[in-house]
């Protein structure tokens, strides 16, 4: 069972705050800290789960996924059944525990391509580009450089002008690595993809070796939690209060003056003086909207709450990553992330994790090899053509829901060939990480996981109740759009030229998934992505930054259209996917948020 610490804090000193935020997650606690060192207002966040700062779970950062769907940490949520993926509901894991999904995560820490987020500038949101974020990637964390060995044997590399030197969050490079990576990545770059240094410039294109949210000095995950609670939590002005489920926002006169929530089977009240921040994340803050009565006039009323702002966007724009993997085993003689399940070497591993060395070994590794790659890097000029006219179909057709929608397809349509975009990413799993088979006992593998970056297909989020503790209806459509198909299961089967390369063929004995036996043609591929693919953890677009006419949720400065003192902060607010992991853009926008909401409240953001 897992074990909890109190914050001191209870629903009697929690009554009143010039600023309340709902949701202690990545974006929250890190918006709420620096509200809090950079000003004497005062900040309540309202967090459902518990504070579990010694859990090995949490911690330790080779034991990703094993509190995925865990009550004790997370919120469990499926999608509806998906009719082009043979009608699966898929588990969609998001953490409820302060820290939210930074607590649970796996670590990886990257920031996708700088046309990505000028392409947010260009849907109408100033300030929103590479140059207008970088300010807030940097202030964000503290990136530790490779050491040269690290760069010599496995590429890992920093430019440093790009990085933080003295933000909260701890980054640094796994020291931990598998022989077979170095060789993967090699035929990747034989196969003509490019050695990028760094590819957290703006440019992340080609194969590179990624840092990840690890504290060098602890060995432990670093996350909202660790880093911007812990270190704050004897500010007079912060104040935390867990288990504490927030149901609806309070407006009165077209202002937010509060949030009921609930607290130990009791039903309370927070006054906030200013402002309302909702960080709930791209599932919840659409659900506490539309519960507030804030939405679309339709999803309202089939939902049986009282419509009070008229907001269309709300839950529409769902964009996510899935994945789908393919697992090799390994001869003798490597060791991966497989070797943690014989019972000797994973106590000796804990040993050298607990010892302090300064390499505390494959327990305090991360994912770290990736590859990111243009279409026409394994799709013929006839099937990119193809994915133009089905989407340009789309368009034309009424599938997708608003202009914000069309707009952001629309842009990855047109720069489709610009290969300095990447629309496909695979990742080096050092270990067995599929769904279609189980290891085999005393077997080695690795698992390169095909992830979609771009997709098409559009989805929603919606409340089914007006009831808070029904779960809302979560419907990413994946595969409406089949091109989306498409792009994945041909990136699949263009692994098993990577992994006829020089470089990989003598090291694997065989691959399991997709069985070879049963999957060999271009459908059975499509088959085997339908019947496997997993969602990557990254939804977002649920209340997009946008005009309001275009189907926006929040403008520029992500207050919600209509409601005064009412601002949306999380990977919500992302109008257009960008193609990397988004954990690093969540924290940007929190930090650029904290600067916008200090400076309307004429007080500047201290570094
Ligand atoms: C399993 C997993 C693996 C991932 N791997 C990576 C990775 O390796 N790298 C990467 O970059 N990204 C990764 N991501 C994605 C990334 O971590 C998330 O996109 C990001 O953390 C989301 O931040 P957020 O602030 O929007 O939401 P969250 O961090 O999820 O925070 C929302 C918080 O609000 C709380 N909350 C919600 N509703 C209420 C309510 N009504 N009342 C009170 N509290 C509420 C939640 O409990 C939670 O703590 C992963 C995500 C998951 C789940």
């Known amino acids: 069972m897992a074990t909890s610490r109190d914050t001191g804090v209870t629903p009697q000193d929690f009554e009143s705050f010039d600023f309340v935020v709902v949701g202690g997650g990545t974006a ?9 060192k950079s000003s004497s207002l005062s900040v309540g966040v309202l967090e459902a789960g518990l504070w579990r700062p010694e859990d090995p779970k949490i911690n330790t950062p080779a034991l990703i996924g094993q509190s995925l769907m865990d009550a004790d940490y997370d919120w469990q949520l499926m999608t509806v059944p998906q009719s082009e993926s043979n009608n699966r509901e898929y588990a969609w894991p998001r953490g409820k525990i302060l820290g939210g999904s930074s607590a649970l995560n796996f670590l990886v820490w990257q920031r ?3 046309h990505e987020f000028d392409a947010w500038a260009k849907f109408g949101n100033k300030g929103w580009d590479w140059e207008g974020l970088l300010p807030y990637f940097r202030h964000s964390a503290t990136v530790v450089p490779p050491s040269s060995q690290l760069q010599k044997d496995n590429f890992a590399g920093l430019e440093e002008d790009a990085h933080g030197t003295d933000g909260p969050v701890s980054v640094a490079f796994s020291a931990w690595f598998t022989k077979p990576q170095q060789s993967w990545a090699s035929a990747l770059k034989e196969m003509g993809l490019n050695n990028n240094v760094d590819g957290l410039r703006g440019d992340n294109s080609g194969v590179w070796t990624s840092p990840a949210t690890l504290d060098p000095k602890t060995g432990r995950r670093s996350y909202s939690a660790s880093a911007h609670y812990e270190p704050n939590r004897g500010r007079e002005n912060l104040k935390v209060l867990c288990g504490a489920e927030a149901t609806q926002v309070i407006l009165e006169n077209g202002k937010a003056v509060g949030v009921k929530y609930m607290h130990g089977g009791k039903e309370y009240f927070v ?25 679309s006039t339709e999803a309202l009323k089939s939902a049986g709450v009282v419509l009070k702002v008229e907001l269309p966007g709300v839950g529409a724009n769902l964009q996510e990553h899935l994945y789908c ?5 390994l001869v003798e003689g490597f060791e991966t992330w497989c070797n943690l399940r014989q019972p000797d070497f994973a106590s000796k591993a804990m040993e050298s994790y607990n010892s302090q060395d300064v390499d505390r070994g494959i327990l305090a590794s991360a994912f770290s090899g990736f590859a990111f790659l243009p279409l026409q890097k394994y799709m013929s000029p006839q099937e990119i053509e193809e994915v133009r006219k089905e989407v340009d179909g789309h368009l034309k057709s009424g599938y997708y829901a608003n202009e914000l929608e ?15 975009i990447p629309r496909m990413e695979y990742i080096f799993a050092p270990g067995f990480f599929a769904h279609a088979s189980a290891p085999k006992e005393n077997k080695n593998y690795f698992s390169i996981l095909s992830a979609l970056q771009s997709p098409f297909s559009r989805g929603s989020i919606h409340i089914t109740s007006a009831d808070h503790s029904k779960k809302p209806a979560i419907d990413p459509r994946y595969f409406s759009v089949k091109a989306d198909l498409k792009i994945m299961s041909k990136a699949m089967k263009n692994c098993d030229a990577v992994v006829e390369s020089g470089h990989l063929k003598d090291l694997i004995v065989r691959r399991q998934d997709p069985d070879p036996a049963k999957y060999n043609s271009e459908e059975d591929f499509d088959e085997f992505v339908k019947d496997y693919a997993q969602t990557e953890y990254h939804h ?31 990977a919500s607010i992302m109008p257009l996917m960008p193609s990397s ?3 690093a853009v969540v924290y940007a926008i929190a930090e650029k948020a904290a600067a916008m909401i200090l400076e309307d409240h004429q007080l500047a953001a201290k570094y």
């Open 540 to 570: 977002i677009g649920t209340c997009s930054m946008a005009p309001k006419s275009a189907g926006g949720v929040v403008d520029d400065r992500l207050r919600v259209y209509g409601v005064d003192g009412l601002r949306v902060v999380d």
């Open 271 to 295: 006054n906030a003086a200013k402002e309302v921040v909702l960080s709930g994340g791209s599932i919840n803050s659409p659900a506490l909207l539309e519960l507030s009565g804030i939405g």
């Open 112 to 114: 996708g391509s700088k």
């Open 581 to 583: 992991h988004i954990v």
């Open 406 to 420: 069309k707009q952001s397809v629309r842009e990855v349509l047109a720069q489709l060939d610009n290969q300095s």
């Open 28 to 36: 929250g606690l890190a918006l709420a800290a620096r509200i809090a």
């Open 325 to 329: 993997s393919s697992s090799y085993e």
